[in-house]
C-alpha cells in the first residue's frame, strides 16, 4: 500500500456522519480510490456502509413517468430528446387518478417511495399545478414522494415544497469538463442552480450520474468529487449506468466493464457515508452476480417496478427472488 493509499484507508475508516463537518474531496484522492484493489475498495466500501445502515436492508422507489417523449434538451443517453429518433411517443402528462392508481400499487408490492418523473426543459405553471395534485395525493397514501421535472425557478421550488414533496431528482450527469460532449442546451451551473434551490427550500436531494457514457477515469472521479462536495451531499445517489438506446447519439458507445460498475458504487458510498445509494438504470442487463458485488460495494437502494422511464428494468418478482436468495429485505 503506498502512502496516498495508506492516508485514503485511515480517511474511509472514519467516514464522517452527516452534521459533521463536511469532507472536501479532490478528483485526484477520488480517482486514487477508483484504482484501489478491487478487494480494498470493497472492503472500505461495506465499513462505511455498515457504519450508517443495516447492511442488508435495501430502499425500494418504484418510478412512473408521468409525461414522456418530446423533450427539448438534447442529453446524448435519453430516448426522450426530441432531437433523437427513438421511437418513444410523445405522450402528456397522466391524470392525477392514474398516477394515485399506480402509486397505491407500487406500495402494495413493497415500495416505500414514488418517483414521478417529466421528459421537460422546465415545468410550465400550468403542468405545476397538475404536479401539485400527484404529490398532494401520493402523500396521502404514506409513501415518499419524488419528482424529476427539469429545471425549477424558486416558485416552483416553493409550490412542491409546499405540497410536501420529499425528494426532488436532479442529477449531475457526469463530470463538468464532459458535460459538453453530452449535452448542448443546458450547462452544468444550470443543474447547480436548481439544486441549490431545491436544498434552499428544504427538500431532499436526489442526484447522481451516469457511467459508460466514454468519459475517462479522471471525469468519471470528476462526477463523484462534485456530489460529495455538495453541502451537505445529496441524500439519495442514483448510479446509472448507460442503457445503449437506438437512435440515440451513445447507442454505440462502448460497454462499461461490471467491474468498473461496481467500484463506481463502491467510491460512491466511501465519499457519501449516508446517502442511500442507488443501483438504477441498466440493471436489466446486469447479472444477479453484479447485482450482488453493487449491493456488497454499499448500494441499498433500487428502482423496483418493470419500467424505468422508458427502458426496461426487472420484474419485481425477479427481484424479490434476488433480494430473498441475498437475504436482503426492504428498508
Ligand atoms: S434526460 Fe430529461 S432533460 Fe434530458 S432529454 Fe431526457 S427527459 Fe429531457
Given amino acids: 500500500m503506498n502512502i496516498q493509499t495508506a492516508e485514503l484507508a485511515r480517511a474511509v475508516s472514519q467516514p464522517g456522519k452527516r452534521n459533521s463537518t463536511p469532507q472536501r474531496w479532490i478528483v485526484a484522492d477520488v480517482e486514487a480510490l477508483f484504482r484501489l484493489p478491487f478487494a480494498d475498495l470493497l472492503y472500505r466500501a461495506q465499513q462505511a456502509h455498515r457504519e450508517n445502515f443495516d447492511p442488508n ?3 425500494l422507489s418504484t418510478l412512473l413517468s408521468i409525461k414522456s417523449g418530446g423533450c427539448t434538451e438534447d442529453c446524448g443517453y435519453c430516448p426522450q430528446s426530441a432531437f433523437h429518433s427513438t421511437g418513444v411517443e410523445n405522450r402528456e402528462m397522466l391524470d392525477v387518478e392514474t398516477v394515485v392508481a399506480a402509486a397505491r400499487a407500487a406500495q402494495q408490492s413493497g415500495a416505500g417511495r414514488f418517483c414521478m418523473g417529466a421528459a421537460w426543459r422546465e415545468p410550465s405553471d400550468e403542468d405545476m399545478a397538475g404536479v401539485v395534485e400527484m404529490v398532494k395525493a401520493v402523500r396521502g397514501l404514506g409513501m415518499e414522494t419524488c419528482a424529476t421535472l427539469g429545471m425549477l425557478n424558486d416558485a416552483q421550488t416553493e409550490q412542491l415544497r409546499a405540497a410536501g414533496l420529499d425528494y426532488y431528482n436532479h442529477n449531475l450527469d457526469t463530470a463538468p469538463e464532459f458535460y459538453g460532449d453530452i449535452i448542448s442546451t443546458r450547462v452544468y451551473q444550470d443543474r447547480l442552480d436548481t439544486l441549490e434551490r431545491v436544498r ?11 457511467v459508460g457514457m466514454g468519459e475517462s477515469l479522471a471525469q468519471r472521479a470528476g462526477l463523484i468529487t462534485q456530489l ?28 462499461l466493464d461490471p467491474l468498473d460498475f461496481v467500484r463506481t458504487i463502491a467510491v460512491a458510498r466511501i465519499t457519501m457515508p449516508a446517502a442511500l445509494v442507488r443501483l438504477s438504470a441498466g440493471r436489466q442487463q446486469m447479472s444477479d452476480a453484479v447485482q450482488a458485488l453493487c449491493f456488497l460495494a454499499g448500494a441499498n437502494s433500487i428502482f423496483y417496478g418493470e419500467r424505468l422511464l422508458t427502458t426496461g428494468n426487472p420484474d419485481v418478482e425477479k427481484d424479490r427472488v434476488l433480494l430473498d436468495k441475498l437475504g436482503m429485505y426492504p428498508m
Avoid: F, W
Fill in 200 to 210: 434552499k427550500a428544504g427538500m431532499h436531494i436526489c442526484s447522481g450520474g451516469i
Fill in 228 to 255: 460529495a462536495n455538495m453541502d451537505p451531499y445529496p441524500e439519495s445517489v442514483p448510479i446509472n449506468n448507460l442503457v445503449r438506446v437506438e437512435g440515440t447519439p451513445l447507442a454505440q458507445a462502448e460497454e
Fill in 57 to 59: 436492508a435495501v430502499q
